[in-house]
């Protein structure tokens, strides 16, 4: 998160004093409540749910799609592996896809891998880079298959004149530490539809059928992914802030980014929809990992913080181990690969543009603490540097 300060802390004493901390049994149109309405007019969605991470949200939305056991849902190869362990937590399996050179899921090798047993397509917006949604929404309508986006590294960005979030079934935004807005952990869903809603809500919280929901449909037995109203009431004044980090983060950017363009040693990786991009980083692009290295070694020796995906560990499948290895639950009675007839198989190798990609890829941060003329002459900095 950019900014946590004193209206936070407000927020936080506001509850503590209230003595009201639990959402529902007193809480109820409190600080949760408010929140979920302000963060759905703000992205024009009809329902959403704070919840007690991004991991969470995942669940829950694929609760509400009906996702389960034999079922195959298409995640990307380069994402936190909390996207593909919230479809084994489903008892479905992940099925691993390319990225393109935006670093968002390939709508082309979607459509490859799209099975019979395919029932939803995660599209992650990492980094805050809005993925190829006109692509993906299209494959989805002709197979008939749903969408969830993961936009946990994504909050508030768009694609086209819709938030993320709002452009597929449902959308999963991550409120932890390190995300654009946050109260050290933390998570919503959105959706407009009623019914995923409604199991989304049960299966969030295991006392839904005690709580006078007007719902629809019947109460199974839920979890608990409830939050406090502290982070309701924290994430009220992030919310409030949220516009204002992202034109901030996009004014550095787009000032950096006028003095990378054209610069012969790296080309600048396409974005699907420049003006939704969070702008959190900006990603050059190398002939080969060992000039993106030299760039790295270069830049970093100049104080230039900077780094690559390639080395970003949990975030590239080649290193989900247990994944890879199907280990999917901890009683193998439950392991979703033994909850299906069909053998999966994984490899290290098996997605090699995604690894070249991100092995000749180099992120340049964009810094919330500096404005954007320090941002313009960063840009001049690299550039005389690397070229
Ligand atoms: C792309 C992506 N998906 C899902 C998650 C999971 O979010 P959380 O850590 O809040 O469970 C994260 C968090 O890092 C993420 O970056």
Redesign the pocket.
């Known amino acids: 998160m950019y900014v946590f300060g004193k209206k936070e802390i407000a927020a936080f004493v506001r509850v503590a004093n209230s003595g009201k901390h639990f959402r529902y049994r007193g809480g109820e149109g409190g600080e949760c409540d408010t929140f979920e309405k302000e963060l759905c007019e703000k992205l024009d969605a009809r329902y959403s749910l704070l919840l007690t991470?991004?991991?969470a949200a995942?669940i829950c939305g694929l609760t509400g799609l009906d996702i389960g056991p034999g079922d195959e849902v298409i995640v990307p190869a380069y994402?936190?592996m909390?996207?593909p362990l919230a479809v084994l937590a489903a008892g479905a399996i992940p099925v691993i896809a390319e990225v393109d050179d935006s670093l968002t899921l390939d709508p082309v090798d979607v459509e490859r891998k799209i099975t019979a047993r395919t029932k939803c397509i995660i599209p992650?917006h990492?980094m805050g880079l809005p993925s190829n949604m006109n692509a993906l929404c299209k494959i989805a309508r002709r197979h008939r298959i749903t969408i969830l986006e993961?936009s946990?590294?994504a909050v508030g960005g768009s694609y086209g004149n819709k938030r993320l979030t709002t452009l597929g079934n449902a959308g999963a935004f991550?409120f932890?530490y390190?995300k654009i807005i946050g109260a050290g952990?933390g998570?919503a869903l959105v959706t407009s539809d009623r019914l995923l809603y409604e199991k989304a809500l049960i299966h969030h919280d295991g006392g839904s059928a005690f709580r006078g929901h007007q719902l629809l449909i019947k109460p199974f037995c839920g979890s608990s992914f409830r939050v406090s109203e502290f982070v309701g009431a924290v994430m009220r004044a992030q919310l409030a802030r949220l516009d204002g980090i992202l034109k901030r983060l996009r004014a550095n950017k787009a000032a950096l980014l006028a003095e990378l363009d054209g610069c012969p040693a790296f080309t600048l990786n396409p974005v699907h929809c420049q003006r939704g991009d969070c702008g959190v980083t900006i990603a050059l692009r190398f002939e080969s990992e060992r000039a993106m290295r030299r760039a790295l070694k270069e830049l970093k020796q100049n104080g230039i913080s900077s780094d690559t995906p390639y080395d970003s560990g949990i975030h590239v499948y080649s290193r989900w181990t247990p994944i890879l290895e199907q280990r999917g639950a901890a009683d193998p009675r439950k392991n979703p690969y033994r909850l299906t007839t069909k053998k999966y198989h994984y490899a290290k190798d098996m997605c090699p543009r995604t690894l070249a990609i991100l092995a000749s890829t180099l992120y340049i941060p964009i810094n919330y603490q500096k404005n954007a003329a320090q941002h313009r002459q960063l840009g001049r900095h690299i550039r005389k540097l690397l070229q």
């Open positions: 991470s991004g991991t995942l994402t936190f909390a996207t992650v990492m993961d946990c590294q991550s932890n390190f952990e998570g």
